[in-house]
């Protein structure tokens, strides 16, 4: 009997530990692991490029910030996005003289071009923002844009299937905020780099320009020195370098008097009022009309403002705009017609066809 009771008992052992629950394992989690975007510098450009060291570029990061570029739900009313105003066949400017947003209010400046924004640390006609991060929040709250409260934008992102995956990909986490909006819209703005016009193939030694653009570039670029002789259109004081741009503000003599004053409202500098950011002049001729209000439809209407008129008795005017002429003791420039009509065949070639039609910078949403 006993040993049967021993037989028994060794049976019950193994079903014992047999029936014994196993330990609960930890869901496994995915590492967040985003892919470092690999952003091309032309080589004919500055490389002193700086990214905000909270805020690297990735593959996941960028392309969320190509769908929120494009995201209407980014304005109050659902019905417009930064796109509305920045359209690529445009060079990312909006064709109008001012920026009019979902209220149907004309705002007082013009959109301006976001062309190679990574080389700029002011932002805006004024120069009031100094980061992407900081200036994308300016359009979405702004009453005379998107209109948009941007809390409200991230509980109308939050309730969509699309965006949390989207941001979990990108910030590792699927929970939308604010600042995360912001840095994924500011990724994709320093990806928008053109620098494949004809003059950039000129520069390279890959095409050559028309002796006529050759001519039209070498006004542009020149200071008049009328004393030795030397002529030129004075564009590239403002204007000048790869970018198009020197990065500064200036007057250019639009005005006797200011309705908007420019830097001055930023700064609060009287010797600042009327001063407005020198844009690149990249693919200028997809970006009309011209100037912070888009007063002249032409590029032959600016080369004749500074050509003719020119509002010597403007407060803060530039002086290198005041001792600008191709005459000695000459007021304005005195370009010829020839001359203008050169530098003009000159800025028609700073268009870069392939920007403008490139699918990594269009609308996802399509």
């Known amino acids: 009997m006993a040993a049967f009771r021993n037989l028994l008992y060794l049976a019950i ?20 692991t985003p892919t470092p975007y690999q952003l091309t510098i032309p080589s004919h450009f500055p490389q002193n490029i700086t990214v905000p060291p909270d805020n690297a570029l990735t593959e996941e990061g960028v392309e969320l910030g190509r769908h929120l570029f494009y995201e209407k739900k980014l304005s109050g009313n659902n019905t417009m996005s930064c796109g509305s105003c920045h359209q690529q066949d445009k060079a990312f ?64 992102l939050q309730a969509t299937t699309l965006y949390p995956p989207l941001f979990e990909k990108a910030f590792g986490s699927g929970t939308i905020t604010e600042e995360n909006i912001l840095k994924a819209l500011a990724q994709f703005q320093r990806t928008l780099i053109s620098a494949d016009s004809r003059y950039d193939k000129h520069l390279q030694g890959e095409e050559a320009l028309t002796p006529e653009e050759v001519e039209g570039m070498q006004l542009f670029m020149t200071h008049p020195e009328p004393g030795i002789g030397l002529r030129g259109g004075n564009c590239g004081d403002c204007h000048g370098g790869t970018l198009l741009s020197m990065r500064t503000f200036h007057n250019n003599g639009l005005d006797d008097t200011f309705t908007d004053n420019g830097l001055g409202e930023v700064t609060g500098n009287a010797r600042h009022n009327g001063l407005f950011k020198a844009p690149s002049l990249r693919n200028i001729a997809l970006t009309a009309p011209y100037m912070h209000d888009g007063r002249f439809q032409t590029l032959e209407e600016v080369l004749d403002h500074y050509n003719d008129h020119l509002k010597y008795n403007s407060p803060n005017l530039d002086p290198l705009i005041i001792e600008a002429s191709n005459e000695v003791d000459g007021k304005t420039l005195l370009l010829t017609e020839e001359e203008k009509r050169k530098i003009i065949a000159f800025l028609h070639a700073l268009t870069d066809d392939n920007f403008v039609k490139d699918e990594r910078f269009s609308d996802p949403h399509n």
């Open 13 to 32: 052992i193994p079903l014992t530990f047999a029936c014994s629950p196993d330990k609960e394992t930890e869901p496994k989690v995915e590492p967040y």
């Open 93 to 156: 400017t909006d064709g109008k003289a001012l920026a009019v947003g979902i209220d149907g209010i004309a705002h007082r400046r013009g959109a301006m071009s976001l062309t190679n924004m990574q080389w700029f640390t002011q932002f805006n006609w004024d120069g009031g923002t100094y980061s992407l991060e900081e200036q994308a929040r300016g359009p979405i709250e702004n009453h005379d844009e998107l209109h948009q409260d941007l809390e409200e934008a991230v509980h109308e």
